[in-house]
């Protein structure tokens, strides 16, 4: 018999853990994923190692998503990041903290380890796994949903959607969430590409592809305001900035802002008065070789130099005024045009989903339609690089599993 008391809508982390907490307590539960198999993205989470969650309290965590972090309050104490480490850990696939990142990963550094672990828990819990299926439909009645599928329809008393995002679309997530979600009466806050690369007008880096700055200020700008600062690392590719520091700011990217990037972390006073001050101490000193002292890539220099238009051999003494700002500009406070995010295909999150003011964040549950729970990538949720997404899923997941309800059982 196709009834269940919880059906959840797509196998990512989210609908996992709502499933798996949903039969520890008893619950009758089913897994529709339309993959051939479950968990896509936990498989390329962390380029294959699958990083879960980050250091840090629930109450620092909120900051990573942004201005809608404060939604997750509820989630995040009920399932915090040290509740996830624990059930891995009591699961037998304790996490490892990589020191210098802050980022956990499982020990053996494998994501299908840790997809295996998540069936093995569902099985043994009973959860009907049922893959390859497609949701056509889903209807509430006065009692139950309904799920027409293209093979069977299911019945269920509570529903949980966590079909994800937009984003990776090749991984299963192409949207069809936010058609289903609007078909049951919510408001979908348009969906775009996050934690993505940055292109900029007139890039000048193609030749540099791999190189790579640790740890530098990113800012971006609009309107000449400030939208958001981080720090991080950077990586020039043939056609984009990308890296960890551009992915986190990149959520927050809005036509026709601008990227700068501190190569040096420096303020432009304190650089500017560095070079005068050698110039005033070796004003033979090449500026190339004066440069260099920075740790900056030569290959990088030589590129920042023939776009300020300076000799490479030129000496600290014949720099002009003009050519010695234009160069402490370049280096540490020169915007750069945006002129587009990465697409949906490359975008590891999408920003943007199911309105928030439409779902009680004290259960997650849909507050136009009863014992519908929204959960995961699908709702307005999204947050930096570092394990943050994963631990959001999985705190959501959780609620939504331990606030449903079945009749006259509870
Ligand atoms: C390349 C890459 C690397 C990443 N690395 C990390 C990382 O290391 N750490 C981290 O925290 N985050 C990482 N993320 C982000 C993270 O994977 C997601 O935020 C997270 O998986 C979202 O979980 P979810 O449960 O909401 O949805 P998803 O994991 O996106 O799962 C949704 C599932 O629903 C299924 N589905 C969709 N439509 C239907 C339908 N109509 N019927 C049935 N099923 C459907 C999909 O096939 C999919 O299996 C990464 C993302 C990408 C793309």
Redesign the pocket.
């Known amino acids: 018999m196709n009834r269940f008391d919880l059906i959840v809508?797509?196998?990512?982390?989210?609908?996992i853990f709502a499933a798996i907490t949903a039969a520890q307590r008893g619950f009758k539960v089913a897994l529709?994923?339309?993959?051939k198999r479950?968990?896509?993205?936990?498989l390329?989470?962390?380029s294959g190692k699958?990083?879960?969650t980050h250091t840090g309290k629930p109450k620092e965590f909120l900051d990573k998503y942004g201005a809608n972090g404060k939604f997750l309050k509820e989630a995040l104490n009920k399932y915090s990041p040290d509740a996830l480490k624990i059930f891995f850990k009591d699961n037998g696939l304790p996490l490892t903290l990589v020191e210098e990142s802050g980022k956990y990963f499982p020990h053996t550094f494998s994501s299908l380890d840790v997809l295996n672990l998540l069936k093995k828990q569902m099985l043994n819990l009973k959860v009907e796994i049922i893959e390859n299926?497609?949701?056509q439909k889903i209807e509430k009645n006065l009692e139950e949903f309904c799920i027409q599928t293209d093979s069977e329809t299911y019945f269920c008393e509570n529903l949980v959607l966590?079909?994800?995002?937009k984003?990776?679309p090749g991984?299963?997530?192409?949207g069809?969430?936010y058609i289903?979600a609007k078909e049951l009466g919510h408001k979908i806050v348009p969906p775009r590409p996050a934690l993505t690369p940055l292109y900029v007008k007139n890039y000048v880096f193609q030749d540099l592809s791999g190189i790579s700055f640790q740890d530098v200020e990113i800012v971006i700008w609009k309107d000449n305001k400030k939208i958001v600062e981080k720090r991080g690392p950077v990586l020039l590719t043939h056609t984009n900035f990308s890296g960890p520091g551009i992915l986190d700011n990149s959520r927050y990217v809005e036509n026709e802002s601008y990227l700068e990037i501190n190569y040096v972390n420096k303020e432009y006073e304190s650089l500017n008065r560095e070079l005068i001050d050698e110039t005033n101490i070796d004003g033979k000193k090449n500026v190339k070789k004066f440069l260099l002292k920075y740790s900056l890539p030569e290959r990088f220099v030589k590129i920042v130099l023939k776009e300020i238009e300076i000799d490479e051999a030129l000496k600290l003494a014949e720099l002009s005024k003009e050519k010695r700002e234009s160069l402490v500009r370049y280096l540490t406070s020169y915007k750069m045009e945006i002129t587009k995010v990465g697409s949906f295909e490359m975008a590891?999150?999408t920003k943007g989903g199911i309105a928030l003011d439409e779902i009680n964040s004290k259960t997650m549950e849909s507050k136009k339609v009863k014992n519908l729970y929204l959960?995961?990538?699908?709702v307005d949720i999204d947050g930096d690089?570092?394990?943050?997404?994963?631990?959001a899923?999985c705190s959501m997941?959780v609620l939504a599993g331990k606030s449903m309800k079945r009749k006259e059982r509870d």
């Open positions: 809508v797509g196998g990512g982390p989210s609908g529709l994923e339309k993959n479950i968990g896509n993205k936990i390329v989470a962390g699958c990083n879960l299926i497609k949701i966590s079909t994800g995002g984003s990776y991984t299963g997530t192409t069809d969430g289903i590891m999150v959960v995961g990538e699908i690089t570092g394990g943050y997404n994963i631990q899923a997941g």
